[in-house]
Every structure is written in C-alpha cells, then in structure tokens.
C-alpha cells in the first residue's frame, strides 16, 4: 500500500519570503500522480499543482513549483513571494495511474507572517 | 452554479443515532468519493463509488454505509453514530482518467456527544 509522509507538522514564513514543505512517499509502482492541495481556515480543499510521474519537468503554477526527485520518492512544494493569503494545510497526495483513489499525507499548517 | 454541495455544514447528534449527510454534484463526474479528516492522519477514504450502482470500501470503512441510485447524489450514512466517528467529513468527484484531480465539497463538521 502506498503512504504518503509530510515531516513539517507546522511551518513559517515571513510575507515576500520563500518557503518549501516537504512530502515523501512510498510505493513499488512506476507511473502515478501526485498533487498538492490547499486548505485554507474556509475549509476548502483547493488543488495547487500536480505532477505526472513520468515527466522529468518540475510543474509550476505561478509562484507555486515543485521539486520532483522521483529517485528519492520525493514531491516538494516551493512557495515564492509567500502572500498571507497562502495560510493554510497544504496536503500533499498520491494517485495510481489505474485507479482514482488518493492517498494523503497528514497535512503541513504553513502560517504566513505579516 | 455547477459545483460539489454537502449538506449539512455543521451537525451534531448523540452516539447511537443514525446520520445521513448527503453529496450532491452538478458536473455529472462518474467517481465520487468520501473522506474523513482528523488531525494528524489527513484525509483518510471511507468509501468511493465509479458509477451508479458501484460502490466500494476505502481505507475506513466501519461504521458507514453509502449508496449512489443517481450519478449525482452519494449520501453517507452513520447508522449507529458512536464518538470516534467525530470529525470533518469531505465529499469529493472526480472524471474517470489518469491525472484527473479530485474536487471537494466544503466539508460536514460532525460532533457526536
């Protein structure tokens, strides 16, 4: 069974700065999907990027990217220019290529500081 | 508008009780999913449905029983509520297909005294 690990329980950042969670996974397949999602205190459940296993290319969203290192099974979220509006969990989540099901991590609180 | 809706958004019932929250979705998508959320484990399946008429168990499935006689409806049902079953509580839909994201209704908050 696939895990997914987010080691940063909670984390900081001042406005304007830079900011990476961290998410790490675990599965023997070689194609999947992986996303992160954004909760925000709404409750909200709003997806910020995804990535295909099988591209080599970083996907970027704006001033969100992502640093993928299939090797080391692991799926990291870079925040640029962190706006107080990017308070909020971030989840980071796993999908096989042959079925529907996700597989989330336990979330980071990432709280931006004015 | 199209979208997700769950109803209610808050709820709060004794242990013993029997609970429906309810999932509705305007997109026509063929899967539908229900997740719980508790601090430290994320969101966790309970149960997900591929068309009307399929259903099938997630990782959490005790407790719940789910149905889907129309592609647009996948009510939850608690049908004898107890404690560790407080929680929030996400409907989710998705189009069947490699990398299709999921999108989420706005959570039922569940407090069961």
């Known amino acids: 069974a696939q895990t997914v690990t987010q080691s940063q329980p909670e984390m900081s950042v001042q406005e304007a700065e830079t900011v990476t969670l961290s998410c790490t996974y675990d599965?023997?397949?070689?194609?999947?999907?992986l996303f992160w999602y954004k909760q925000p205190p709404s409750r909200q459940m709003i997806l910020v990027i995804r990535?295909?296993?099988?591209?080599?290319q970083n996907a970027t969203e704006n001033r969100f990217s992502v640093n993928f290192q299939k090797a080391a099974k692991s799926f990291s979220l870079k925040i640029s220019d962190s706006q107080l509006g990017d308070t909020a969990m971030y989840f980071c989540?796993?999908?096989?290529?042959?079925?529907?099901?996700?597989?989330f991590g336990p979330g980071t609180r990432l709280s931006v500081l004015p | 508008d199209a979208g997700i809706t769950q109803s209610p958004r808050y709820k709060i019932t004794e242990t013993g009780r029997q609970v429906t929250l309810m999932c509705h979705q305007t997109?026509?998508?063929?899967?539908m999913f229900w997740y719980r959320q508790d601090l430290g484990h994320g969101l966790r399946l309970i149960y997900y449905?591929?068309?009307?008429?399929?259903?099938d168990k997630g990782e959490v499935p005790d407790g719940y029983v789910v149905s889907r006689s129309k592609t647009e409806n996948f009510p939850l049902t608690l049908e004898s509520a107890t404690r560790s079953q407080t929680s929030v509580y996400f409907c989710?839909?998705?189009?069947?297909?490699?990398?299709?994201?999921?999108?989420f209704g706005d959570g039922t908050r569940l407090s069961i005294l």
């Open positions: 990535q295909e296993a099988y591209k080599q």
């Open positions: 989540a796993f999908m096989k290529p042959y079925g529907q099901n996700f597989v």
């Open positions: 989710a839909s998705s189009e069947p297909g490699a990398n299709q994201p999921q999108h």
């Open positions: 449905s591929a068309a009307a008429d399929i259903t």
């Open positions: 997109w026509s998508h063929s899967y």
């Open positions: 599965t023997s397949e070689s194609n999947y999907y």
